[in-house]
T-cell receptor, first 116, second 110 residues
Framework: GAVVSQHPSWVICKSGTSVKIECRSL??????MFWYRQFPKQSLMLMAT?????????EQGVEKDKFLINHASLTLSTLTVTSAHPEDSSFYIC????????????FGPGTRLTVT | GQQLNQSPQSMFIQEGEDVSMNCTSS?????WLWYKQDPGEGPVLLIA?????ELTSNGRLTAQFGITRKDSFLNISASIPSDVGIYFC??????????FGAGTILRVKS
């Protein structure tokens, strides 16, 4: 159990366009989802915390107008990278916290974004 | 902000050997978690530790939550080629945020 999916798994877009990444919890309800960013050979950096039905909480230094997060249901959160630039190219990973098991976060497989 | 010091940064060991890695922090955490990440994939939870002093096993993996709540270690016994990957420790803060260590790259010679 506790499967989290992400779509797409990889995407290439042109500079200036927007890209939406979906994160779904497949077999459990996730009251909270988290979005991370990971650069090559580095650790995961938390970008924002997404709670179902409320506004996301962004970490310091993360532009909320650039990285739009919508947590519309207990099984779906989306991250939209607006007006993407090459420096936004990265591996974006979401995680979901089960409503029933409060301490464990389950991660999606990640989305590789390349902005040309 | 909180930081986790994870060591070693990388290991290159012979198949069958035991592996040990650890994380320390200047801050107290209520929960320690250990994840493994394969290239191009998301981290997979290996072991979760909830109580200071707790020692938990998952197959060949054993992890302990330090008594001071500022450290944790992960041991892998009798390593095999599929153990290759990056291992991350993570401490959980209030609000369920995770703070990750820098990772330990494990390579296994068969």
């Amino acid at each position: 159990g506790a499967v989290v999916s992400q779509h797409p798994s990889w995407v290439i877009c042109k500079s200036g366009t927007s890209v939406k990444i979906e994160c779904r919890s497949l077999d459990f309800q996730a009251t909270t989802m988290f979005w991370y960013r990971q650069f090559p050979k580095q650790s995961l950096m938390l970008m924002a915390t997404s709670n179902e039905g409320s506004k996301a909480t962004y970490e310091q230094g993360v532009e909320k107008d650039k990285f739009l997060i919508n947590h519309a249901s207990l099984t779906l959160s989306t991250l939209t990278v607006t007006s993407a630039h090459p420096e936004d190219s990265s591996f974006y990973i979401c995680s979901a916290r089960s409503a029933g098991r409060s301490y464990e976060q389950y991660f999606g497989p990640g989305t590789r974004l390349t902005v040309t | 902000g909180q930081q986790l010091n994870q060591s070693p940064q990388s290991m290159f060991i012979q198949e069958g050997e035991d592996v040990s890695m650890n994380c320390t922090s200047s801050s107290i955490f209520n929960t320690w978690l250990w994840y493994k990440q394969d290239p191009g994939e998301g981290p997979v939870l290996l072991i979760a530790l909830y109580k200071a002093g707790e020692l938990t096993s998952n197959g060949r993996l054993t992890a302990q939550f330090g008594i001071t709540r500022k450290d944790s270690f992960l041991n892998i016994s009798a390593s095999i080629p599929s153990d290759v990957g990056i291992y991350f420790c993570a401490g959980q803060l209030r609000g369920n945020k995770l703070v990750f260590g820098a990772g330990t790259i494990l390579r296994v010679k068969s």
